[in-house]
């Protein structure tokens, strides 16, 4: 018993150079999306930079202090 040939379809996807938007949902309405998320996630952001801006603070005056210190 032989078998029935069938056609092989191949599908070919092109990009228009005219008209590509990759990713453009990601831009789409983007301060928006940024002052959503910030005032959703406000408390934990505070929470986190608070002691890296208290850190890095701190290690700046600790450093100018010492290159004062050696001065005379």
Known sequence: MA?????????VYALSPFQ???MG?????????IHHK????WISATLLLTP???VYTYVQTYQEKEKL???Y
Do not use: T
């Open 3 to 11: 078998k029935a040939s069938v056609p092989v379809k191949s599908v």
């Open 20 to 22: 590509q938007k990759i």
């Open 25 to 33: 949902g990601l831009w789409k309405d983007l301060p928006n999306k």
């Open 38 to 41: 910030i005032s959703e996630n």
């Open 52 to 54: 890296l801006v208290g």
């Open 69 to 71: 210190s050696h001065r």
